[in-house]
């Protein structure tokens, strides 16, 4: 159901509030330049400093100006069952074609409560889910067993992984059937993760490099693997600088040097500085080729 390159979107900030114009600007570079898909609210977003009429502003907004071109799959999870399921709702109302489902964090449930989580999340909506599994961040790894199970419910259509680990995609893809969509939660990971039956990536250099991104994607899914190892290592060293720090600070600093945003940031996030902030900004310069012109911007 979803393939190809989907921008984990960065949320625009002015004085404080959502810059929803820098949004719809970015909005349409993605489009323009030829991504599959969009992301919002997600991490990237940095959605949890954001308040719930914030997350419905900008998945509305996404939507708005997507007005159908690429598919919108919103950021709507949480660590607790009812406030995802709450947060779902409002996607779905707000006019989002997916959900995109992270593990709860903090509280570390078993397996069986993972799986009871997700399926009462799914059993809410009538949006496609894609699982989000992220154990760097969360502290709790879906095992590819109960990943299996949700893969039964109707609506759980794929996830994004995140586990850094191709031992785990091959278990997926044999648990869980060809039809279970694997989208790369890592942009370096995409080339190698697509080799094994991925469909794409959920990627945060896609903001910055949408053309070249999807370029790459693209070749891979069309079985050019020449051309799609040529784009992996060209846009390797950006991959690796946009994480030279947290995500999404790099990456929202990237955004800014090119005029995309501005680089305002929510505490407890901050922005690049010193040596990183050099090296990002050597990485762009040398990046130069891969990322839209300023008469594109």
């Known amino acids: 159901m979803f393939s190809g390159a989907f921008t984990a ?27 599959h898909g969009l992301v919002p609210c997600g991490t990237t977003g940095e959605t949890p400093a954001m308040s719930e009429e914030e997350d419905r502003l900008v998945i509305s907004t996404v939507v708005r100006v997507a007005d159908g071109r690429v598919p919108v799959v919103a950021g709507s999870g949480s660590n607790s069952t009812q406030m995802a399921i709450k947060y779902t709702k409002m996607a779905q109302e707000a006019g989002a074609d997916g959900s995109l489902q992270v593990s709860p964090y903090y509280n570390k449930p078993t397996q069986e ?108 899914l069309a079985g050019d693997w020449e051309r799609g190892r040529e784009l992996h290592y060209e846009l390797l060293p950006l991959f690796r600088a946009l994480f030279v720090e947290t995500n999404p600070i790099p990456v929202k600093t990237a955004a800014s040097l090119l005029g995309l945003c501005s680089d305002e940031m929510r505490l407890p996030l901050i922005p690049m500085e010193g040596a990183n902030l050099d090296l990002l900004r050597e990485t762009l310069e040398a990046a130069n080729h891969l990322l839209p012109t300023p008469e594109e911007v």
């Open 113 to 220: 409560g993972l799986f009871r989580h997700f399926a009462a999340i799914a059993e809410s909506t009538d949006l496609p889910i894609i699982l989000y599994n992220i154990p760097g961040r969360t502290a709790v790894n879906i095992a590819t067993e109960t990943m299996a199970r949700l893969a039964e419910v109707p609506n759980i259509v794929g996830v994004k992984e995140s586990t850094l680990s191709m031992n785990v995609v091959s278990d997926i893809r044999r648990l869980c059937g060809p039809d279970f969509d694997i989208l790369s939660g890592d942009d370096p990971m995409t080339l190698p993760l697509m080799s094994l039956g991925g469909t794409g990536v959920i990627s945060v250099a896609s903001n910055v490099a949408p053309g070249a991104v999807s370029d790459m994607v693209d070749a891979l």
């Open 9 to 35: 979107l960065i949320t625009p900030f002015r004085n404080g509030e959502v810059d929803v114009e820098a949004l719809e600007g970015l909005v349409e570079l993605q489009i323009q330049q030829g991504v």
